[in-house]
């Protein structure tokens, strides 16, 4: 089964049923990529079993080559989403950093730790294998640990 | 007052001995059958720039201690990044309680320890699988915090543990401790549930403590015969007689605690024990080394297990 398939598309109903493996994207990563498709058309999330469906309704008639090329602009846009995602979380901290300096220079600053010898570096150097590590957390995390808890969706996931 | 001074209520600290407790935000990765939490309260969240606004204030005002609670604050990405800012800024005490489920990816303890937090929480819900499950609502629950506590352990921490005490839980406390002191705990906190917000109407959770008192004082002599410190934290002193010693008075803490909506001392919130009934009027340990009752638990129970201590001038016209 492919990752990322076509379920129903019915141009007589202008309608399109995506489905994909849960375990490959993120759920931020599909809202995301959903959201991109909001001016074009009426977008449904669901889950059934291991997978997202996605349903949608076009605001006006399309042909069946236009929801296929439309099927596929939203496998690109999940990929394009997911590497936004790795981005962000690549660079978190130094993102933290910069919040921290302007926040700390608008209160005056805190005293570092008496006895430490500097303010800390802005952007701190750090070990190449940090810089290295792709590892974005919900690739690495299967049993959902990280996953906040959704109210009325227990026992769903 | 200098700028380095916090009221508590209606006392003076030094910031240098308060803990700033900043409640981060109260999303959490499980529902605990007894969480108080209401879905609404998990919604709420602070964002970082006031959390280190509130901090970098509190730091230059000579705070050294911090901890950050939820909520379950190790699934909020910036945790470990504020807790490197802290201790780059000279907090010297961070805390962090929590489920413990986060640590059982090794990555992240190690992460958790170099990121500088000092004080590892963790709520241990009970020692068997189905007991956790039942709490916290994952199968896995137990197994997952289990292998958290060895990586901590593996990098050489300690974490303390929280217990909570309920209906399904009271009679297995002295079990549980043996069962975590066994994975190398060595220190407890026994906590009363609370029924206040969404937990309000749950009113099977709080049996009397008078009914769960074997359970309590199972722990605290488990506690001892092990070699582990086991203490409450909820219950007025007088409902423990004999183990007035294990009570802790949570004023002792100095605790400031930071929320989403406001901030106020530990001991005025109001899921801890702050209410005193009528009949504590003239005890000697009024005010003093006794911070009342839970008023969820007087309303809920009354005042009939209080056991005031008069001397003999203030004792009440019979």
């Known amino acids: 089964m492919r990752r990322v398939q076509i379920e129903t598309l019915d141009a007589t109903t202008s309608t399109l049923t995506l489905s994909l493996d849960v375990g490959l994207y993120p759920r931020d990563v599909l809202y995301a990529a959903a959201y991109v498709f909001l001016d074009r058309a009426y977008v449904l999330l669901d889950r059934q079993d291991s997978r997202f469906i996605v349903r949608f309704r076009s605001k006006r008639p ?11 602009e939203f496998e690109n846009e999940l990929l394009a989403q997911a590497l936004r995602h790795q981005v962000f979380d690549a660079n978190q901290r130094i993102i933290e950093d910069v919040v921290a300096v302007a926040i700390g220079g608008a209160s005056a600053g805190a005293e570092p730790a008496a006895g430490s010898a500097a303010e800390p570096a802005l952007i701190p150097l750090r070990g190449h294998s940090e810089l290295d590590d792709t590892e974005d957390g919900f690739l690495t995390d299967p049993a959902g640990i990280a996953r906040p808890f959704e109210p009325g969706k227990q026992g769903s996931e | 007052m200098t700028a380095t001074l916090v009221k508590l209520r209606d006392e003076w600290f030094e910031y240098a001995d308060v803990l700033v407790d900043v409640m981060i935000g109260y999303a959490c990765n499980v529902q605990c059958d007894y969480c108080s939490i209401t879905d609404e309260m998990r919604k709420e969240n602070m964002a970082t720039a006031p959390v280190m606004a509130a901090l970098a204030e509190a ?6 201690k911090v901890a950050f609670g939820g909520g379950e604050p190790t699934i909020r990405r910036s945790l470990l990044p504020l807790v490197r800012w802290c201790r780059d800024r000279g907090y010297t005490s961070i805390k962090i309680p929590s489920n413990g489920l986060m640590y059982s990816h090794e990555s992240y303890a190690r992460d958790a320890c170099d990121a500088g937090i000092t004080d590892f929480h963790i709520s241990f819900m ?4 189905e ?15 289990t292998r958290g506590v060895r990586n901590l352990k593996a990098l050489g921490r300690t974490p303390t543990g929280d ?5 399904d839980t009271w009679m297995h406390l002295g079990d549980i401790v043996e069962h975590w002191a066994g994975l190398g ?26 009914e769960m008192r074997d359970g309590i004082v199972a722990a605290f002599e488990r506690g001892k015969r092990l070699g582990v410190a086991v203490r409450s934290r909820h219950i007025p002193r007088c409902m423990l007689p004999g183990y007035e010693d294990h009570v802790v008075d949570l004023r002792d803490d100095k605790v400031l605690v930071v929320t989403p909506r406001a901030t106020f001392a530990l001991w005025e919130s109001r899921i801890s024990p702050n209410t005193y009934a009528e009949k504590c009027n003239g005890c000697r340990y009024q005010h003093g ?21 008069y001397d003999s001038a203030a004792a009440p016209a019979a």
């Not at chain 2, 705990?185 to 008078?210: A, C, Q």
């Open chain 2, 59 to 64: 730091r230059r005002r000579g705070a050294v």
């Open chain 2, 185 to 210: 705990i060595e220190s407890f906190n026994l906590w009363l549930v609370s029924l206040s917000d969404r937990n309000r109407d749950n009113l099977e959770s709080l049996p009397t403590v008078s």
């Open chain 2, 289 to 309: 080394a006794c911070l009342g009752l839970r008023s969820d638990y007087l309303e809920r129970w009354g005042d009939a297990e209080l056991r005031p201590t």
């Open chain 2, 126 to 129: 009970a020692h068997t699988d």
């Open chain 2, 163 to 167: 217990l909570i005490i309920k209906h």
């Open chain 2, 131 to 145: 007991l956790y499950a039942k709490i916290m609502g994952r199968a896995d629950a137990l197994s997952l915090v």
């Open chain 1, 62 to 72: 399309l042909e069946t080559s236009v929801f296929e090329a439309m099927a596929g």
